[in-house]
């Protein structure tokens, strides 16, 4: 069935250094990809996402890319900072089916 | 109150009680949905409604009853659950079905003993 894959499960990066999490999906006619960020106790937050006919997108320090080709879209975190220290998932809106499908999550420590 | 409210935010119910989870969204959103979140697991998708009919039952068992009385409000009756239906069970909403952005309310810590 369709699904998503999220490496890694977990990532330390120093402050100040890049973080990138990447996913991969299977339904090539998926034509939507958010990325949430969770922190402790809360729910997942809606941080960017980008549509199938861009891509690239980047706002502030977040950036998304999208490679349509080879089915994979990557999350990438410049000048990571502690608050940036959460749990990350990727999504992909699968036609078949119609719904979002969700990686199973990076733990994202930034060590200051 | 704005966004996507749950409550109760922790939850600890026997096998055999009853008791209900319940979400509101104040986006003036048309569809809602409930996900179950399970440790180190991807989250996932229970079921669906869109303007108060549901559109998706994903192979939920029968101990999971949802109801959507209106458009702002869902609710998630919960009967002779397992012990292994312990996880955050999350609420989001939308404003059309199954496409777009999902907002997520801060989830109900559920415990099964």
């Known amino acids: 069935g369709e699904n998503v894959e999220q490496h890694p499960s977990t990532l330390s990066v120093q402050e100040g250094d890049s973080a990138v999490i990447k996913c991969t999906y299977s339904?090539?006619?998926?034509?939507?990809f958010p990325w949430y960020k969770q922190e402790l106790g809360k729910g997942p937050q809606l941080i960017i996402d980008i549509r199938s006919n861009v891509g690239e997108k980047k706002d502030q320090r977040i950036a998304v890319t999208l490679n349509k080709t080879a089915k994979h879209f990557s999350l990438h975190i410049t000048e990571t900072q502690p608050e940036d220290s959460a749990v990350y998932f990727c999504?992909?809106?699968?036609?078949?089916?119609?719904?979002?499908?969700f990686g199973a999550g990076t733990i994202l420590r930034v060590k200051s | 109150e704005t966004g996507v409210t749950q409550t109760p935010r922790h939850l600890v119910m026997g096998m055999t009680n009853k008791k209900s989870l319940k979400c509101e969204q104040h986006l003036g959103h048309n569809a809602m949905y409930w996900y179950k979140q399970s440790a180190k697991k991807p989250l996932e998708l229970m079921f669906v409604y869109s303007l108060e009919e549901r559109v998706e039952n994903n192979s939920v068992p029968s101990r999971f009853s949802p109801e959507c009385p209106n458009s702002s409000h869902l609710f998630l009756h919960l009967h002779t659950l397992q012990p292994e239906d312990s996880a955050l069970y999350l609420c989001?909403?939308?404003?059309?079905?199954?496409?777009?952005?999902?907002?997520f309310g801060p989830g109900t810590r559920l415990t099964v003993t």
């Open positions: 999504a992909a809106h699968m036609e078949y089916g119609n719904k979002l499908v």
């Open positions: 339904d090539s006619a998926s034509n939507y």
């Open positions: 989001a909403s939308s404003q059309d079905a199954l496409a777009g952005e999902q907002y």
